[in-house]
């Protein structure tokens, strides 16, 4: 089983997004509430990450809301040893609906992966709670006080989020790579750069969706790399039945029937020599519609791959661009990518039956 630690730079910048924000909380917080503030801080920080619109930000908005509650009654009330927990736990969730956010799932997070992200958080709060105030104070003797409590709310800021680390463990093959190496070895020189040039692209732009990004863009980025795929094997088959030896070997035996049809002098073995010479030349016929389709697969495997290319620059120019322009900037990309998994659907006179060799 193929197990595989998937978006690297979602963890990281949800990993960063929370150590900056526990430690801007934690450096204005008393050392008795380190581990509340730091909780609170990461979970605002994580809501407040750029880049998100609409329910994406709803969602976070709610849950660091959840976090926050539970932290600021933990300070009030510090003999309900279970609001620290609790509020570790909605730090959890909130890194789950993140990671879902990330996948573009149009589903509901499974209930599992809820209950390991609150368990994983409520430790990484208990932890908090008997670490930070001795880190800050061993701090606190090198760097002012403030420093020292904002270095602290940092660390925990990091710990939990590798706490996370777990929402980024799948298990199972990539459906698009396991496609790629199933054919990789029976796809000709050509077409195989092709083939692993729309699976390049199609990684390096599933890397680069922004958080928030409308949630069937991955969906269609996967499906028109899957279609690449299917027209590289296609591609790949035609090449196979079009092949010039095999034209070649046509053209001489229906030559070479028709020179024998002009100088046959019995009428019966003349007509037979042309009956089988026209049955060549259907041959040479379909063999020509076979080498037309293939030159179409071929082109169609080149705009697929330019597509999904042009996909992965999109979404790189997209970094740093406001909300609203980026938000208009993903609707005309999930359209593009619509239209070209449309175009491939409608597509079906590629598929030709490679010709058969008839005596």
Same mark, same amino acid.
């Given at each position: 089983m193929d197990v595989r630690f998937e978006d690297?730079?979602?963890?990281?910048?949800?990993?960063? /997004? &929370? #150590?900056?924000? @526990?430690? $801007?909380? %934690?450096?204005? =917080?008393?050392? !008795?509430? *380190?581990?509340? +503030?730091?909780?609170?801080?990461?979970?605002?920080?994580?809501?407040?990450?750029?880049g998100l619109v609409g329910?994406?930000?709803?969602?976070?908005?709610?849950?660091?809301?959840?976090?926050? /509650? &539970? #932290?600021?009654? @933990?300070? $009030?009330? %510090?003999?309900? =040893?279970?609001? !620290?927990? *609790?509020?570790? +736990?909605?730090?959890?969730?909130?890194?789950?609906?993140?990671?879902?956010?990330?996948?573009?799932?149009?589903?509901?997070?499974?209930?599992?992966?809820?209950?390991?992200?609150?368990?994983?958080? &409520?430790?990484?709060?208990?932890?908090?709670?008997?670490?930070? =105030?001795p880190l800050a104070a061993a701090l606190a003797a090198l760097v002012p006080g403030w420093l020292a409590n904002g270095a602290s709310g940092a660390a925990f800021g990091l710990w939990a989020g590798l706490a996370a680390?777990?929402?980024?463990?799948?298990?199972?093959?990539?459906?698009?790579?396991?496609?790629?190496?199933?054919?990789?070895?029976?796809?000709?020189?050509?077409?195989?750069?092709?083939?692993?040039?729309?699976?390049?692209?199609?990684?390096?732009?599933?890397?680069?969706?922004?958080a928030g990004a409308r949630g069937d863009l991955r969906g269609l980025i996967d499906a028109l790399a899957l279609a690449a795929l299917d027209v590289a094997e296609r591609t790949s088959q035609l090449s196979r039945a079009a092949a010039p030896a095999l034209e070649e070997e046509l053209?001489?035996?229906?030559?070479?029937?028709?020179?024998?049809a002009a100088e046959a002098e019995d009428p019966s073995a003349r007509s037979s020599y042309q009956r089988a010479a026209e049955a060549l030349e259907g041959q040479l016929?379909?063999?020509?519609?076979?080498?037309?389709?293939?030159?179409?697969?071929?082109?169609?495997?080149?705009?697929?791959?330019a597509n999904l290319e042009r996909a992965r620059f999109s979404l790189t120019l997209l970094h740093g661009s406001d909300a609203a322009r980026g938000a208009a900037e993903l609707d005309l990309l999930h359209d593009r990518l619509q239209h070209g998994a449309l175009a491939f659907e409608a597509e079906e006179d590629l598929a030709v039956a490679p010709p058969r060799a008839r005596a």
């Open positions: 690297h730079a979602q963890f990281q910048r949800t990993a960063g /997004l &929370a #150590a900056l924000g @526990a430690g $801007v909380l %934690a450096a204005m =917080a008393p050392q !008795l509430a *380190l581990a509340p +503030a730091a909780a609170a801080g990461s979970a605002i920080a994580v809501a407040l990450a750029p329910p994406a930000r709803r969602r976070r908005v709610a849950a660091a809301a959840a976090c926050v /509650l &539970a #932290a600021g009654a @933990a300070v $009030v009330n %510090a003999r309900a =040893a279970w609001l !620290l927990p *609790l509020c570790g +736990a909605m730090l959890g969730v909130l890194f789950a609906i993140a990671r879902r956010d990330s996948t573009q799932e149009a589903v509901v997070q499974p209930g599992w992966v809820m209950a390991l992200a609150a368990a994983l958080g &409520a430790g990484a709060a208990l932890l908090a709670s008997v670490a930070l =105030a680390a777990p929402l980024h463990v799948a298990a199972g093959a990539d459906a698009v790579e396991a496609r790629l190496n199933a054919l990789r070895f029976s796809l000709p020189q050509e077409v195989r750069g092709l083939a692993e040039r729309a699976v390049a692209a199609r990684r390096g732009a599933a890397e680069e969706l922004p053209q001489r035996r229906f030559a070479q029937l028709q020179k024998s016929e379909h063999f020509r519609r076979v080498r037309r389709a293939r030159e179409r697969a071929l082109a169609r495997l080149h705009e697929d791959v």
